[in-house]
Antibody, heavy 115, light 109 residues
Framework: QVQLVQSGAEVKKPGASVKVSCKASGYTFTSYSMHWVRQAPGQRLEWMGWINGANGNTKYSQKFQGRVTITRDTSASTVYMELSSLRSEDTAVYYC????????WGQGTLVTVSS | QAVVTQEPSLTVSPGGTVTLTCGSSTGAVTSGHHPYWFQQKPGQAPRTLIYDTNNKHSWTPARFSGSLLGGKAALTLSGAQPEDEAEFYCLLSYSGGWVFGGGTKLTVL
């Protein structure tokens, strides 16, 4: 079955960067795109961007353009999301989500930004 | 960027029926937006309930159904159960990417 296993919780200082990983299994990695979605405490889900599983092309939300980078390592079946210039408002749970017909979700990674 | 709107909160009685809606600031929601509905309970990741307007996931209870209604996407719950109390998010696809609604907190009371 499809599994998306994300890296563990992170605590970062303002201005730093964070890189979250999402290891996929149970399907052909290059056949599906992967999205990143975040959810600040008590807030709505927020789309950050996605990467095409076949060719690595990316598209980012205007809100995060310039601060977010999504990459993939096909040999490791892993997608990464790096967010830079962190501020306290970036404290959130970050999810990867496979762009399949049904959308499959990772378990989420809590990133806390605090001085 | 488009704005997707949902009712902030709704209440339904056990055994009752309720419809949640999902509208788009760009106009009518169509099947081309590939509407999704997700259920999220506190401390958990979202779970897909409905995809592509009206298709159910293997774990979606039969009491949930999706449709297009009056220019919006709709999620109808018929025969509400206490375990259905949760936050529900809709998702619409646009050329620029995904946009989530603000979520509807459904109370079964």
């Amino acid at each position: 079955q499809v599994q998306l296993v994300q890296s563990g919780a992170e605590v970062k200082k303002p201005g730093a960067s964070v890189k979250v990983s999402c290891k996929a299994s149970g399907y052909t990695f290059t056949s599906y795109s992967m999205h990143w979605v975040r959810q600040a405490p008590g807030q709505r889900l927020e789309w950050m961007g996605w990467i095409n599983g076949a060719n690595g092309n990316t598209k980012y939300s205007q809100k995060f353009q310039g601060r977010v980078t999504i990459t993939r390592d096909t040999s490791a079946s892993t997608v990464y999301m790096e967010l830079s210039s962190l501020r306290s408002e970036d404290t959130a749970v970050y999810y990867c989500a496979r762009d399949a017909t049904t959308v499959d979700w990772g378990q989420g990674t809590l990133v806390t930004v605090s001085s | 960027q488009a704005v997707v709107t949902q009712e902030p909160s709704l209440t339904v009685s056990p055994g009752g029926t309720v419809t949640l809606t999902c509208g788009s600031s760009t106009g009518a929601v169509t099947s081309g937006h590939h509407p999704y509905w997700f259920q999220q309970k506190p401390g958990q990741a979202p779970r897909t309930l409905i995809y592509d307007t009206n298709n159910k996931h293997s774990w979606t209870p039969a009491r949930f159904s999706g449709s297009l209604l009056g220019g919006k996407a709709a999620l109808t719950l018929s025969g509400a159960q206490p375990e259905d109390e949760a936050e529900f998010y809709c998702l619409l696809s646009y050329s620029g990417g995904w946009v989530f609604g603000g979520g509807t907190k459904l109370t079964v009371l």
